[in-house]
């Protein structure tokens, strides 16, 4: 069955449809094999690995010796494969790094992206599709007919062996989306993706990597961790990651930066670094790195655009320490 793609209609500063299906293509899938899969990864990233059940799935992120992040993750299992979902650019500069040092273990890491389909599913009643078409998914992972169901809070990821495709796309009687779609549920989320041009430009807690859960501090040694570990007990970090939404009248591309209001009407300053972005009829849904005592009430904008007006919402997690 082929694969029809859809492009999203409705506002992004309106709620979304009830249930939106989305085509993940931007996103692929590092396949980690051998007798040391589990722990040569478990030594290169910043989650645990180790004690990864077969029902659950962690974020992660794997970093350079100086603990900038050269990737960030979603880690689950599958048979007997660890799968790493990221998107598909950083994938292509990230499996070179892992596979460097994977020499030195009992671990096979090949890029099984084009093995998969993958297809997310969010909205309101995405949770009843789920459990009408699978049956009930309230684990973090769920085993299914040639793959595995992610569940992430009320949006859900299915990964399937693209030989199975034609059972789960007859599943789905309505329009598939593209993946800006899904872009847009996941920066409303405040979700730490990374693509490949940040690499080497962010420690984990610049992209709140801690705040979902993708940082152990008990799990001894990987690479960067002397950074990341002091980022969290000397307070040096700075910086975290900001959910802005708004209006723009030109297109963001890679080399857009933002600004922000300064007090007292005195212009504009640079802001900080724009790391995914959604833009559909005028409207931007984005994510950025600013400074982590930006207040909510900060006005911003994109630079050299003087049109353009946007704020920052809230974010659904706290970042404070405990």
Not at 62 to 81: I, T
């Amino acid at each position: 069955m082929t694969l029809t793609v859809s492009q999203p209609q409705w506002p992004l500063n309106e709620a979304q449809p009830a249930i939106v299906f989305s085509q993940l293509s931007h996103l692929g899938l590092i396949s980690v094999t051998g007798e040391q899969a589990r722990t040569f990864i478990h030594g290169q990233v910043t989650t645990d690995i180790t004690s990864l059940e077969a029902d659950q799935w962690r974020w992660g992120a794997h970093c350079d010796p100086k603990g900038k992040m050269l990737a960030s993750f979603r880690a689950f299992a599958h048979q007997d494969a660890l799968l790493m979902m990221m998107p598909r650019e950083t994938l292509a500069l990230d499996l070179p790094q892992l596979q460097k040092y994977a020499v030195f273990s009992k671990a096979e890491l090949v890029d099984a992206s084009d093995d998969w389909c993958l297809i997310g599913v969010s909205g309101e009643q995405a949770p009843a599709w789920i459990a009408q078409a699978f049956g009930e998914s309230t684990a973090e992972l769920t085993e299914i007919p040639g793959g595995v169901i992610l569940r992430d809070g009320e949006r859900y990821i299915i990964a399937v062996k693209r030989d199975t495709q034609a059972d789960l796309l007859a599943k789905i009687d309505q329009p598939i989306y593209d993946f800006s779609a899904w872009q847009a549920v996941e920066i409303a989320a405040g979700l730490p993706n990374l693509y490949a041009r940040h690499q080497s430009q962010f420690v984990p807690q610049m992209c709140n990597v801690q705040a979902v859960d993708g940082i152990s501090f008990t799990k001894g040694c990987y690479m960067g961790q002397e950074t990341v570990a002091r980022m969290k007990y000397r307070g040096g970090n700075k910086r975290a990651l900001y959910i802005v939404q708004g209006s723009a009248s030109v297109a963001i591309d890679d080399d857009s930066q933002l600004e922000m209001k300064l007090e007292d009407d005195e212009g504009y300053r640079r802001a900080g670094t724009i790391i995914e972005a959604v833009q559909r009829d005028g409207q931007l849904l984005l994510s950025a790195v600013l400074p982590n005592d930006t207040p909510l009430t900060a006005q911003l904008r994109v630079a050299g655009d003087e049109a353009s007006v946007l704020t920052l919402a809230p974010l659904p997690y706290s970042l404070d320490e405990e």
